[in-house]
């Protein structure tokens, strides 16, 4: 587990975050700047990331079963149930959070 950090102050410059850091533990401080263009781009990696770390499920048939054809290629039958019934959350074929496509047929 990593140390707790409490930030003291944020100073907004032009292009620069300068931003006052304490440790919580041993008290020590640090100063950092991050320029404002470097931390969106932070932003968007962490949430492509979010994006690569899923896997779509689309509903195909919800006539006779709730039948998913996953992103990762594979299909998945839920025999008497569907997917809000069981409390499945990783995609069995290739371990990523599962996220439902709400475009549903
Ligand atoms: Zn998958």
Redesign the pocket.
Known sequence: MGEKINIEKIEVYKDTYQVDLRYKESGKSEKVSIRKDALFALITVAEEEATLTS?E?ALIDQECASVYN?????AWQFAEADIKDCSIEF??????V?QIDKNEI
Do not use: E, L, S, V
């Open positions: 896997c499920w996953t992103a990762c290629g594979h995609c069995p074929f290739c371990g990523k599962i």
